[in-house]
């Protein structure tokens, strides 16, 4: 089955620096990698999601690139604030409905 | 629109109790999906619904039971609670397709004396 490795697990950056999450999968079906925010106490909600037919997708200050050949996908999220302070979940899965599996996530700290 | 509802919200069971979360969606989405969410381990997927009608098993599937009841209900019951169980539960759904963000509930937080 599909398994997803991200990496680091805590991640520490000052304001206005840039911050890059990695994520690999295992299995080469999978077709959709979303990217969740979990703010302390809240439920994971999604900030950006890219599909095998693309390579990069940027949205503001967030972007996501993947290489399927490779089977990994980064995220990327440029002039941090304080806000963005929180965890952040990467995963994969096939675009039909079926198993969603996350990697582990990355705290990441921003520091004003 | 009341998006993911789950219940309780908090529980405390005794080891060998049995108990069932609840949880309904009104966005007529297809798929559902129950988590657990443990420090340090991400979210890990226990039991999922592609459709009505069909579940089937995720990562860690041990010592759960679900029902999908119709298309906004998806149940998970523990059978003989025990404490490896304590955690934070997670159902949530998404659309079949393209489009397929995931909506999650508020969560349910078990503790297992």
């Known amino acids: 089955g599909e398994n997803v490795e991200q990496h680091p697990s805590t991640l520490s950056v000052q304001e206005g620096d840039s911050a890059v999450i990695k994520c690999t999968y295992s299995?080469?079906?999978?077709?959709?990698f979303p990217w969740y925010k979990q703010e302390l106490g809240k439920r994971p909600q999604l900030i950006i999601d890219i599909r095998s037919n693309v390579g990069e997708k940027k949205d503001q200050r967030i972007a996501v690139t993947l290489n399927k050949t490779a089977k990994h996908f980064s995220l990327h999220i440029t002039e941090t604030q304080p806000e963005d302070s929180a965890v952040y979940f990467c995963?994969?899965?096939?675009?039909?409905?079926?198993?969603?599996?996350f990697g582990q996530g990355t705290e990441l700290s921003v520091k004003p | 629109n009341a998006g993911v509802t789950q219940t309780p919200k908090f529980q405390v069971l005794k080891t060998g109790q049995s108990m069932t979360l609840q949880c309904a969606q009104d966005?007529?989405?297809?798929?559902m999906y129950w988590y657990r969410q443990d420090p340090g381990m991400g979210l890990r997927l226990i039991y999922y619904s592609a459709s009505e009608g069909t579940t089937d098993k995720g990562e860690v599937p041990n010592g759960y039971n679900v029902s999908r009841l119709n298309k906004r209900e998806f149940s998970l019951r523990l059978e003989s609670a025990a404490p490896s169980q304590t955690s934070v539960y997670f159902c949530?759904?998404?659309?079949?397709?393209?489009?397929?963000?995931?909506?999650f509930g508020e969560g349910s937080r078990l503790t297992v004396l």
């Open positions: 949530a759904s998404r659309p079949t397709g393209p489009a397929g963000e995931l909506f």
């Open positions: 966005m007529n989405h297809n798929s």
């Open positions: 995963a994969a899965s096939d675009n039909q409905g079926g198993k969603l599996i």
């Open positions: 299995d080469s079906a999978s077709n959709y």
